[in-house]
Antibody, heavy 120, light 108 residues
Framework: QVQVQESGPGLVKPSQTLSLTCTVS??????????WSWIRQHPGKGLEWIGY???????YYNTALKSRVTISEDTSKNQFSLKLSSVTAADTAVYYC????????????WGQGTLVTVSS | DIQMTQSPSSLSASVGDRVTITCRAS??????LNWYQQKPGKAPKLLIY???TLQSGVPSRFSGSGSGTDFTLTISSLQPEDFATYYC??????????FGQGTRLEIK
């Protein structure tokens, strides 16, 4: 059974780069059919798709965040990562990683989420 | 981007009630519509995909229907563990995935 788990700093200063890692267990990120995704949720708000990286390494980003987002993978560690540059308080959110099925088009499973606060 | 609008935004109901939540897309998305349940402090959980297919392990009191622009999530008989926030999500535009704003289901 595939599981995903986020890790990274919970506090980032304004204008700096937010960096998070998602560790995948129970399956390989290189196996076909899945995209590895980041989604965030502002406090008390709804869900916002950030982007994903495919099993072949192609990346797709939310156009609203595209200029600041980079998603990459480390297949040797079975991990994928998120970098969001030039953060402001508006980037304070719970960040989730999740697996996306390219066949059935759903997100499952999700990590437990990690709260990242942008503050000086 | 395809906009997803859920109604109502919040809903009060009692255990045993039948509840319906609606999700409307700003353009036709065929049946590329998923539903998630989120409890406070937890990650969303997939309930239904492709508008009406129940995810493995999800109780049969949950059902989904619709196609094109209008979709519904129905809970046939509310149980105490069903009080949560529900989100719809379109996957028609896989390069621009969007979620509804959520429907908070509260105990009356």
């Amino acid at each position: 059974q595939v599981q995903v788990q986020e890790s990274g700093p919970g506090l980032v200063k304004p204008s700096q780069t937010l960096s998070l890692t998602c560790t995948v267990s129970g399956g390989s990120i290189s196996s076909g059919g899945y995209y590895w995704s980041w989604i965030r949720q502002h406090p008390g708000k709804g869900l916002e798709w950030i982007g994903y990286i495919s099993y072949s390494g192609s990346t797709y980003y939310n156009t609203a965040l595209k200029s600041r987002v980079t998603i990459s993978e480390d297949t040797s560690k079975n991990q994928f990562s998120l970098k969001l540059s030039s953060v402001t308080a508006a980037d304070t959110a719970v960040y989730y990683c999740a697996r996306y099925s390219s066949r059935d088009n759903w997100f499952d499973p999700w990590g437990q989420g990690t709260l990242v606060t942008v503050s000086s | 981007d395809i906009q997803m609008t859920q109604s109502p935004s919040s809903l009060s109901a009692s255990v045993g009630d039948r509840v319906t939540i609606t999700c409307r897309a700003s353009q036709s998305i065929s049946r590329y519509l998923n539903w998630y349940q989120q409890k406070p402090g937890k990650a969303p959980k997939l309930l239904i995909y492709a508008a009406s297919t129940l995810q493995s392990g999800v109780p049969s009191r949950f059902s989904g229907s619709g196609s094109g622009t209008d979709f519904t999530l129905t809970i046939s008989s509310l149980q105490p563990e069903d009080f949560a926030t529900y989100y719809c999500q379109q996957s028609y535009s896989t390069l621009s995935i969007t979620f509804g704003q959520g429907t908070r289901l509260e105990i009356k």
